[in-house]
């Protein structure tokens, strides 16, 4: 077992502990922690803030070939909150139970933290140079959607990205079971775009008792309604399609790209992978109007989250245009770009060789993430980015449940997988 195996649950456990929620809390305990563990492995750190308390760090290790770009390992140290009462641990307990590791933050995402953090103090202590440059990124407000955070570092810090031309975070790498022993590993090459919405209703004020056709709350509530039950087309973009055909491939049955739905009745169990990947969505979260029971306001509003496949963002507003009545329009609360990276080259081969050499029957394959990373921030900087957290997890651990969740926990085991997996990458 080597160092960084040894170490990369007690650095886990120590991240678990910071309780780093946002919005409640900040960054700074944490990114201090992690500062202090690569200074003590000997890589100079730097801590940058956007404001007091959210802090971001930053350490670079310098490769064998310094004419190849440099590569991009970067998690969020933030988290969502979480409410003791719900879970079965203490959720900033970091308790080891059921040879599983257990908190805030354990697959979404200090899991990738302490991995990346580990394999850069292993490095560090032996003076072993990787294959090129690595900078290692833990950033800040990435739950909050990245301002203050990714978006505000390549705009305000562009030098900490000097040499960059790809990045690894989360949103993919994660082996899915197909039964038979034979698992998928889908690495992230593309996401979906978010076209987060405000709806707004005018109409006519007026007492509650009165009969009044221009009511902003139902004109509102008809227009939410219509959005919420409608269901966009398949659109199968070249990562899913690469996906499905591999999936099925392994499965032994026929895969038809011009009947997705049919060819997903063949192999059921892929369904969940991929079907909020196959097609546009827009969900109504949030509604507020009104003041008193017996009054009719003259507006109300409500929040929409859209979100659309590469290629696909017009397609998602012109049919919101198309379901809201004539009192209701939109804007925007928040907007971020979809993106899509071709499947190839040398990072994805290795990112490929290294799954393979640790689980031999594991099968990578491209995949689209449903929401969104940091990559997005990277990505305006011409930066390529992958989703590839290298995790082999058992098949009854309930993993995408557990996003945002609660009892969150991560295997003891797929902690050190994913580090192994990473000393093969940074090595190659």
């Not at 899913?240 to 009745?265: H, T, Y």
């Not at 507003?317 to 329009?329: A, G, H, K, N």
């Amino acid at each position: 077992m080597t160092d960084a195996e040894s170490e990369v649950v007690d650095l886990c456990r120590d991240l678990l502990r910071i309780d780093s929620s946002n919005p409640t809390s900040d960054e700074r305990a944490t990114a201090e922690y992690v500062a202090e563990k690569l200074a003590d492995a000997g890589i100079e750190p730097e801590i940058v803030e956007s404001e007091p308390g959210r802090a971001s760090v930053f350490g670079r290790i310098e490769g064998r070939d310094p004419g190849r770009g440099a590569l991009l390992l970067h998690g969020h140290l933030d988290v969502v909150p979480a409410d003791p009462a719900e879970w079965t641990v203490h959720p900033f307990s970091g308790e080891i139970r059921e040879d599983c590791l257990w908190g805030r933050g354990a697959i979404d995402m200090k899991d990738f933290d302490a991995v990346t953090l580990a394999t850069a103090r292993e490095l560090a202590r032996t003076g072993e140079k990787p294959a090129r440059d690595i900078v290692f990124g833990y950033l800040a407000d990435e739950e909050g959607g990245g301002r203050l955070g990714s978006h505000w570092l390549v705009r305000n810090r562009p030098d900490l990205f000097d040499g960059v031309t790809e990045a690894i975070t989360e949103g993919g790498g994660v082996s899915f079971e197909l039964g038979e022993g034979k698992r998928l590993y889908p690495i992230e090459c593309a996401q979906r775009g978010q076209a987060w919405l405000r709806l707004i209703a005018t109409g006519r004020a007026g007492h509650g008792s009165s009969p009044n056709d221009e009511n902003a709350v139902t004109d509102l509530a008809e227009s939410l309604a219509r959005i919420g039950r409608h269901r966009f087309p398949v659109r199968l973009i070249e990562p899913v399609r690469v996906l499905l055909e591999k999936a099925a491939e392994l499965l032994g049955v026929e895969f038809d790209a011009d009947d997705v739905p049919a060819s997903l009745e063949r192999m059921p169990q892929v369904a969940p992978l991929v079907e909020v990947i196959l097609r546009n969505s827009a969900n109504p979260t949030m509604i507020e109007g009104g003041y008193q029971t017996n009054v009719i306001p003259g507006t109300a509003s409500a929040a929409v989250d859209g979100r659309f496949l590469p290629g696909g963002e017009q397609e998602l507003l012109d049919t919101i245009d198309s379901l809201l009545l004539p009192s209701v329009r939109r804007e925007f609360i928040h907007r971020d770009v979809a993106m899509e990276t071709e499947f190839t080259g040398d990072l994805v081969d290795a990112m490929c060789a290294a799954i393979q050499q640790e689980d031999p029957e594991g099968h990578p394959a491209p995949y689209c993430n449903a929401g969104g990373t940091d990559n997005k921030a990277m990505a305006t900087i011409g930066i390529k980015g992958f989703g590839f957290k290298a995790l082999r997890v058992p098949p009854e651990l309930p993993y995408s449940r557990m996003f945002h969740g609660v009892d969150e926990r991560i295997p003891l085991e797929s902690l050190r997988f994913a580090t192994r997996v990473f000393g093969r990458l940074v090595r190659g």
